[in-house]
């Protein structure tokens, strides 16, 4: 057990799904995991364990933004040995292109700052996805026939972010989408030697306003599951 995570030793999977909604870690287990059980819930952030296709696999929520995910990022590596870290979530469009519904494979995750800013001092480190996970995503996302954009994503430190300005720097320059957590998953990932990979799917767009409806959520959602599970065995 950690301060944040009621986990017996070994009741965590090497591989970790981690959405952000404690509630969507349970749809997704309850949907895609064979036997599964809840391993935590202390604060409310479920945890489960179970199987996928004879792989044991956790799901395990992350709460809202980098500071909440650095907790459960750094016990789960540190404390239950993880070795495979894919954050599933929703992102908000940034480009043209790019259309509500489709997928996000982050490449890189850009940021104002992160929680291992006082790490890094002066240095910009370049925070980036594991190439052996984002290759086997990219593949899998074209075998199930999703529409699949690869490349950079922002992630942001607000929600209710006031600088138009800065978006529109960031669509200029190719950010496909924006989100809370994956440069940090990305920066403790290359931290402590694990693999790291977030996959998202666009549930808003910041340029045409358009956002996915309620009723089409989970199966989007599914999809976005689907390509991370078979990434991370494949």
Known sequence: MTVHIGAKPGDIAETVLMPGDP???EWVAETFLDNAECVNRVRGMYGFTGSWKGHRVSVHGSGMGMPSLSIYANELIRDYGAKTLIRIGSCGAMQESV????????MTASSLSTPSRGIFRELNFAPCADYGLLRAAADAAARIGATTHVGGIYS???FYDERPDLNEIMTRHGILGVEMEA??????AARHGVRALAVLTVSDHLLTHEALPAEDRQRSFAEMVEVALEAAFA
């Open 23 to 25: 509630l969507r870690a």
């Open 183 to 188: 440069a940090e998953l990305y920066n403790l």
């Open 156 to 158: 942001a430190d607000v």
């Open 99 to 106: 259309a509500v519904r489709d997928v996000i494979l982050a």
